[in-house]
């Protein structure tokens, strides 16, 4: 059974950095896509960034694009999500996914077949 174990989430002030880790377990995972998105208080989760594990393409979310950067080691069997120049927006729990396949959408919630169980991220003004 899959099973993806997020770390690396706290609070951190306006401006600064972070960088989540998300290690995947249970199969081995090439031509998988891992995303990681984010749910805010009271808002739908959102899509943030999504990578291909064979060939590494990666896609952002408009919002992060330039600040924040999706990787995955695998060796480690692990995804990345360094997160640069944060904004009190920013503040969500930061959730990682993982689907078999590349056709179809890579931002949508309803296409991933595993969940982590999230980190929370807070970012202060």
């Known amino acids: 059974q899959v099973q993806l174990v997020e770390s690396g989430g706290g609070l951190v002030q306006a401006g600064g950095s972070l960088r989540l880790s998300c290690t995947a377990s249970?199969?081995?995972?090439?031509?998988?896509?891992m995303a990681w998105f984010r749910q805010a208080p009271g808002k739908e989760r959102e899509f943030v960034a999504a990578?291909?594990?064979?060939?590494?393409?990666?896609v952002y979310a408009d919002s992060v694009k330039g600040r924040f950067t999706i990787s995955r080691d695998i060796a480690k069997n692990t995804v990345y999500l360094q997160m640069n120049s944060l904004k009190p927006e920013d503040t969500a729990v930061y959730y990682c996914?993982?689907?078999?396949?590349?056709?179809?959408?890579?931002?949508?919630?309803?296409?991933?077949?595993?969940w982590g169980q999230g980190t929370q991220v807070t970012v202060s003004s």
């Open positions: 996914a993982g689907r078999p396949g590349y056709s179809g959408s890579w931002n949508a919630p309803r296409t991933y077949d595993y």
């Open positions: 249970g199969r081995t995972f090439s031509s998988y896509v």
């Open positions: 990578i291909s594990w064979t060939g590494g393409s990666t």
